[in-house]
């Protein structure tokens, strides 16, 4: 698997690179078939094992085998020392950091997402779990999944997006600041199909079908890259707003969130980034600690992305 | 002897530093451990990589504190905070390129969101003190002295209104004060009653809240009032708020608003004193030192229409406010929001009234009070007030239970 990378690497997570941030965005090749990344280490899952790339006794950048074998997983999830195994016959599993004992949780999974306070897991028959309970409500049949620290978005199948958690930070997207306890249709994307859903720390983002990035949430450092709006000051925007790329007719292709920043590809294979960039989780881009609008953070030209992914603190495009 | 260990000097308990830590995520701890032994144990190079380490503790505990309701934060992750906030302070200072301001800032970082520890209660503060003395300040301004404009409130459309004067005592006994209107609950101005604060001749010199405090950060309001949609709250030295927004010509108007500053900077602690009035109680078992605030702006800050839970004696130390007041018993009249967050707010702004959304406001009662420098305003607990500054101010609230 080929990834390119940057960001927060204290912990040598990215066992290849040397220095304890990577300053801009690094050809980083690795037998994996699965790439997850913590905040002090990182999942690799090759045929034979689930290894966590990362610190040991006081040592950085060692590699430690946890899981055996590998070629049976389906998807691994992990926040802080958290991790969750997706087995590809559907079977959910906790795994213990320091022992890489398996506690089983589920069957008939299709995909996790978890984060500080939510762990939302989605079953191949469209049901969700905010594990270990199944979470009650009328939808169109979920087909996606996506956790903040403290919130959680769904996507169901003719487009409609709900949230559901926190919502101080106006990641719920209600136009209030309120804790919803039960997932809620978020009624300013009704009406514009959406295809694509991410969560960051605590902000939110949606692709509709017609290719337009949709952000709301805390924009404390910049994360939802309102600037071309004029709405740099704005801490929080508790309201969906479309994104105003330089380029009017460019189609947003994928999107990520890291706790604070946020990254967007767009179909002219340039990667967008946004937000905060104090350990380099946007690349070269700026100096500051800052951005506050969309910039160009990585030419992806000639390469095959697959997927989108975000640390913490680091940013992951995953290529064929 | 360097700052540092100086500072060192300051520790009480230092194994309460380290047990702080023990609930953090184990890698996170032991970049905390490798920070707190290079301060403590080792004699390590103090480089740009302890500097990152240490900032990225500070940077995870503040996701950390920024999870749930700030209510709702765990006590240790906030002590962690604070220890955390000192190691790193100590981290800059012995760095090759000591920064004084830098470390201050870690301290005062430290104090704004961290919990004081349990051992080491005054460790933060005293540190910022020690920092605070060795900087030297080099800008002097002139001294202004706080002529009052005239600022127009708007159209004092509440004049339809029925409208009652707040009453007025000359520095009452505490009997006197106790049976008329705190046991009545009722809202009275008393004056020569801080005429022995230090604050009230003191702070009009803006050197020396410059001197004592220039250099530290404290939290500035931005924006006309809470409610406003573009409010915001930003993080500044008082130096820079004195210069960009309390004298300067910023877009916005910046308020620094009902900030505890008293704990955060000792210096200024010793020029106010806890009104003798703050010891009444209703419950005797369930007294408590008051909750003391700052509110520091330029003319035309604004507290929009609301109620505290606590009793209220709110200091004019200089300038001029103008406050109305209603009664708890005409809250329907103001139309609180129905948000859990605003609940505590009217949606009628008691100047600009929307009477066709509000129509029960012209039943209400208005109290008015204009308060003067050196004046006390006693406000009861749910009493709804909105208060204006006329000019350049300084006041200080006591909340009491």
């Known amino acids: 698997m080929r990834v390119f990378c940057s960001g927060f690497n204290l912990y040598g997570q990215f066992i290849k690179c040397p220095t304890l941030i990577i300053e801009e965005f690094v050809d980083y090749s690795c037998n994996a078939t699965l790439f997850e990344p913590s905040h002090t280490f990182n999942l690799a899952v090759t045929s034979d094992g689930v290894y966590v790339h990362g610190s040991k006794n006081d040592k950085t950048h060692q590699v430690q085998k946890i899981i055996n074998p590998g070629f049976d997983i389906k998807q691994v999830a992990c926040f802080d020392t958290k991790i969750l195994i997706l087995y590809k016959n559907g079977d959910l599993f906790k795994c213990d950091f320091n022992t890489g004992a398996l506690t089983y949780i589920n069957k008939n999974m299709k995909k996790v997402s978890c984060n500080a306070t939510v762990n939302i897991a989605l079953s191949n028959d469209g049901s969700v779990f905010n594990l270990p309970s199944e979470i009650h409500f009328t939808n169109n049949g979920i087909t996606d999944v996506a956790s903040g620290r403290e919130h959680y978005l ?106 604070r920043h946020t990254i967007a590809l767009l179909d002219d294979k340039r990667l967008y980034g946004t937000g905060w960039n104090r350990y380099c989780q946007l690349g070269k881009v700026t100096q500051e600690t800052n951005l506050y609008r969309f910039e160009v953070i990585c030419d992806l030209r000639n390469l095959d992305v697959k997927e989108l992914k975000c640390g913490p603190w680091s940013s992951l495009v995953i290529c064929l | ?204 010199d803006l050197n020396y809240l410059l001197k004592v405090a220039g250099s530290r950060t404290v939290p500035i309001e931005l924006g006309s009032h809470y409610t406003d949609e573009n409010w915001t709250q930003k993080l500044m030295s008082l130096k820079d708020f004195i210069n960009n927004h309390y004298l300067g010509n910023a877009d916005t108007i910046g308020y620094l608003a009902q900030h505890n500053l008293f704990d955060q900077i000792s210096e200024l602690r010793n020029d106010i004193c806890i009104p003798d009035y703050c010891a009444l109680s209703r419950n005797y078992d369930d007294s408590c030192e008051p909750d003391i605030n700052a509110w520091f702006g330029p003319e035309g800050t604004v507290s929009p229409l609301h109620f505290d839970p606590k009793d209220n004696l709110l200091a004019q130390v200089y300038g001029t406010k103008q406050i109305l007041l209603f009664s708890p018993n005409d809250s329907e009249c103001l139309y609180p929001h129905e948000d859990k967050l605003l609940f505590n707010t009217a949606q009628v702004d008691p100047y600009k009234p929307d009477l066709e959304r509000f129509p029960k406001f012209l039943s209400a009662t208005v109290y008015k009070c204009l308060l003067e420098p050196g004046e006390m305003l006693f406000m009861p607990l749910k009493w709804w007030h909105h208060v204006t500054a006329l000019d350049k101010s300084f006041s200080v609230s006591f909340w009491w239970k």
């Open chain 1, 154 to 259: 769904m996507l169901d199948k003719i487009g409609k997006v709900y949230t559901c958690g926190r919502g101080s930070r106006g990641q719920l997207g209600h136009g209030d600041l309120e804790d919803e306890l039960e997932p809620k249709i978020v009624e300013a994307l009704d009406g514009i199909k959406i295809d694509k859903i991410a969560a960051g720390g605590w902000h939110s983002c949606a692709i509709s079908a017609q290719g337009d990035l949709y952000v709301w949430g805390w924009n404390g450092n910049g994360q939802l890259g309102l600037y071309n709006n004029a709405k740099e000051s704005i801490s929080v925007m508790a309201v969906p707003q479309v994104v105003n790329f330089d380029d009017q007719d460019a189609n947003i292709m994928a999107v990520a969130c890291g706790h």
């Open chain 2, 1 to 204: 002897m360097d700052l540092s260990e100086t500072l060192k000097n300051l520790i009480q308990n230092q194994s309460e530093l380290e047990e702080c830590v023990q609930n953090l995520n184990i890698h996170v701890k032991e970049t905390f451990l490798q920070c707190y032994n290079s301060c403590f144990v080792t004699t390590n190079k103090f480089d740009d990589t302890l500097k990152l380490k240490a900032d990225s503790v500070i940077d995870y505990l503040q996701d950390e504190l920024n999870t749930g309701h700030w209510s709702e934060v765990l006590l240790h992750t906030r002590q962690a905070f604070t220890s955390a906030s000192f190691i790193k302070a100590l981290i800059v200072l012995n760095h090759p390129e000591e920064n004084v301001q830098e470390a201050l800032n870690c301290l005062d970082l430290g104090l704004l969101l961290g919990a004081p520890l349990c051992a080491n209660s005054n460790l933060l503060t005293q540190s910022a003190s020690l920092l605070t003395s060795t900087l030297h300040v080099t800008d002097s301004l002139e001294l202004r002295i706080h002529k009052r404009k005239t600022l127009n409130c708007g159209n004092d459309s509440f004049e339809n209104l029925r409208r009652l004067e707040v009453k007025t005592l000359n520095c009452p006994t505490l009997e006197e004060f106790n049976k008329a209107y705190y046991i009545t609950q009722i809202p009275v101005k008393l004056k020569e009653c801080m005429e022995h604060w230090p604050a009230c001749t003191k702070w009009l």
